[in-house]
């Protein structure tokens, strides 16, 4: 059975950068049938994306966020990574990372299944 | 970018109830749509993909449907494990989600 872990700092002080990691099991992260992500949800809010890894290793980011994520994998972990830089109180959230289907003709970017979510305050 | 929004934004209703809400695309975004199921403290449940194919497992209750710029979810028959928050989100161009519909008891 596929799950997902997330895991990383609870506490991130302002313009500090904030790691987290995604540990998956039950499926090796370099199937070509999906890709790997990471959303976030700020308190209260609704669902923002932030990027994808294929993979192949390839990258597709949020425009708002693009210069200051990034997003990696460790194949030999089989976990994928992602680090977003410059953090202010606005970078407070749940994170979570999920599967994603890679494109196909019958399914194709949707997010199944998703971690459990990692809350991540920034504050000084 | 492609902008989703969803109505209504709360939503109360009762067991029994047929509910629909309603998500609409910026720009065409043809069938690539999927809609998510999120109870509180818990990480969003896939229910609906190609904005009408029903994840297997998911209860034939809920249905989706659209293509272009609008779309729909039905659930026909509201169960007590319904009342939740339901999010639209595309597929078409990068990424993004409605805002959320919060279904609350009436």
């Known amino acids: 059975q596929l799950q997902l872990q997330e895991s990383g700092p609870g506490l991130v002080k302002p313009s500090e950068s904030l790691s987290l990691t995604c540990t998956v099991t039950?499926?090796?992260?370099?199937?070509?049938?999906?890709?790997w992500g990471w959303v976030r949800q700020s308190p209260g809010e609704g669902l923002e994306w932030l990027g994808t890894?294929?993979?192949?290793?390839?990258?597709l980011y949020n425009p708002s966020l693009k210069s200051r994520l990034s997003i990696s994998m460790d194949t030999s972990k089989n976990h994928f990574s992602l680090t977003l830089s410059s953090v202010t109180a606005a970078d407070t959230a749940l994170y979570y990372c999920?599967?994603?289907?890679?494109?196909?003709?019958?399914?194709?970017?949707?997010?199944?299944?998703w971690g459990q979510g990692t809350l991540v305050t920034v504050s000084s | 970018d492609i902008q989703m929004t969803q109505s209504p934004s709360t939503l109360s209703a009762s067991v029994g109830d047929r509910v629909t809400i309603t998500c609409r695309a910026s720009?065409?975004?043809?069938?690539?749509l999927a809609w998510y199921q999120q109870k509180s403290g818990k990480a969003p449940k896939l229910l609906i993909y190609?904005?009408?194919t029903l994840e297997t497992g998911v209860p034939s209750r809920f249905s989706g449907t659209g293509s272009g710029t609008d779309f729909t979810l039905t659930i026909s028959s509201l169960h007590p494990d319904d009342f939740a928050t339901y999010y639209c989100?595309?597929?078409?161009?990068?990424?993004?989600f409605g805002q959320g519909t919060k279904l609350g008891i009436k």
């Open positions: 190609r904005a009408s």
């Open positions: 989100q595309q597929y078409h161009s990068y990424y993004s």
């Open positions: 720009q065409n975004i043809n069938i690539w």
């Open positions: 890894i294929s993979s192949s290793g390839d990258t």
């Open positions: 039950g499926d090796s992260i370099i199937t070509t049938a999906y890709y």
């Open positions: 999920a599967r994603v289907h890679a494109p196909g003709v019958v399914r194709g970017g949707e997010f199944d299944p």
